[in-house]
């Protein structure tokens, strides 16, 4: 039986398809002296992948921040169980 994932994955890759076909039409995207051309489907989703990556740079400060205050808290923890079973 096909889990979840893999029909969420072909349900999405299907509506990507389906767009990229509705939205064929060949557009200009120019930015400072840089300029290109490509279809508005190409052209939406590598904007969207920027975002995507945008917002990850983004809160990789405080991804790493909770992953090390996570860690100080395992420390505080162990060393309190030590302490308890030295006692």
Known sequence: MLSFSIIAALIIAILVIVFA??????????????KFEGS???????AFAMGVIASLLILLPKVIKKGQAD?????????????????
């Open 21 to 34: 076909l509705q939205n064929a039409d060949i557009v200009l995207v120019a930015f400072l002296a840089w």
């Open 40 to 46: 508005l489907a190409l052209v939406l989703l590598l």
């Open 71 to 87: 860690s100080n808290q395992k420390k505080k923890i162990e060393e309190s169980d030590r302490e308890l079973e030295e006692k």
